[in-house]
């Protein structure tokens, strides 16, 4: 099976900095793309950050120059991290990968608080 082992929530200061971490364990499967999502609550999922296997990156408006995707192939790992945060990213982090163009497999989800 695979699985999307996250890691790197918390509680922060406004301002604060905190990194993500999202490991995609697993055998027989090669993954094309992996993301970021954000939910806070009474809110929609959104896309925060998405780097594809070719290395192309895209951010929500919210989070760019703030937030940088990056992504270790050989290790199956993605990393977001997330400078100068702000009470609005306070939300569940939920990472995703999509295998083989197909399938999306999600991680469990790590809170993040951003206090004022």
């Known amino acids: 099976q695979v699985q999307l082992v996250e890691s790197g929530g918390g509680l922060v200061q406004a301002g604060g900095s905190l990194r993500l971490s999202c490991a995609a364990a697993g055998r027989g499967f090669s993954i094309n793309a992996m993301a970021w999502y954000r939910q806070a609550p009474g809110k929609q999922r959104e896309l925060v950050a998405r780097?594809?296997?070719?290395?192309?990156?895209n951010y929500a408006d919210s989070v760019k120059g703030r937030f940088t995707i990056s992504r270790d192939n050989a290790k199956n790992t993605v990393y977001l991290q997330m400078n100068s945060l702000k009470p609005e990213d306070t939300a569940v982090y939920y990472c995703n990968a999509r295998v083989r163009g197909i399938i999306d497999y999600w991680g469990q989800g790590t809170q993040v608080t951003v206090s004022s």
């Open positions: 780097i594809l296997s070719q290395g192309s990156t």
